[in-house]
């Protein structure tokens, strides 16, 4: 059982998280100050270096925080498509699907670790591979079970897959909501169903 305490501090992160992807997806990371930081969040300035040693901190853990959601929302969406039964070629469908409502959901922080994943000199350089790694890895896995189940060729490179099918998703998510917001995400869904199931070749 979590103390009062902790669910409070936990409860500041998250206000903290959510003022910090706001202003640095709008402004960037150096024109955004700490005072910024804890005046959208309505807590004093404190409050930010009572839970974070610095800015640089705060956004190593803003994206392992933010990671941490997409991956765990993969690993359920999985999960979830294995106890209905279904095949692993369905449980990737339904990552997909996953991923698309993460992105929907959090378009912020989409847009800023997208923009960091191409940036080589930050400070927390390696602790977005690690993250990045940690979501691959979920979608690896899948992949793995499908080649040994025998629904995927054994020829597949599993690693390259895995983070293809990450970057389709975020990629397409993206574009979807920069210039075709009209669209559903059933529609963005389905078309990048029918690229996973390899049907956009028409045989």
């Known amino acids: 059982m979590e ?3 902790t669910t409070r501090r936990q409860a500041t992160r998250q206000r903290l998280y959510e003022a910090a992807v706001t202003l640095i997806a709008e402004q960037g990371f ?3 100050t700490v005072d910024e930081i804890a005046e959208r969040a309505g807590v004093a ?3 930010v270096y009572y839970n974070f040693k610095s800015k640089t901190e705060l956004f190593e853990e803003l994206l392992r925080h933010g990671v941490g959601l997409l991956t765990a929302s993969l690993r ?3 999960e979830e498509s294995e ?5 692993r070629v369905e449980a990737l469908d339904a990552m997909i699907r996953a991923g698309l409502a993460f992105i929907d959901r959090y378009p912020a922080f989409t847009q800023l670790y997208v923009a960091e994943l191409w940036r080589t000199n930050r400070a927390w350089q390696s602790t977005l591979l690690v993250v990045r790694q940690e979501a691959v890895a979920v979608v690896e896995s899948v992949l793995r079970e499908a080649v040994k189940s025998g629904e995927l060729s054994e020829e597949i ?9 990450v970057g389709m998703v975020l990629v397409a998510a993206l574009d979807w909501q920069a210039f075709q917001p009209e669209r559903s995400i059933d ?8 690229l996973l199931h390899g049907r956009v070749s028409g045989h």
Do not use: Q
């Not at 106890?83 to 095949?87: H, Q, Y």
């Not at 529609?187 to 029918?194: I, N």
């Open 187 to 194: 529609e963005v869904h389905s078309a990048l169903s029918l």
């Open 3 to 5: 103390s009062s305490g």
């Open 83 to 87: 106890e209905r039964g279904g095949t």
């Open 30 to 32: 150096s024109a955004t």
């Open 76 to 78: 359920a969406a999985a």
């Open 157 to 165: 490179d599993i690693p390259l897959t895995a983070a293809a099918l």
């Open 45 to 47: 300035k404190g409050t």
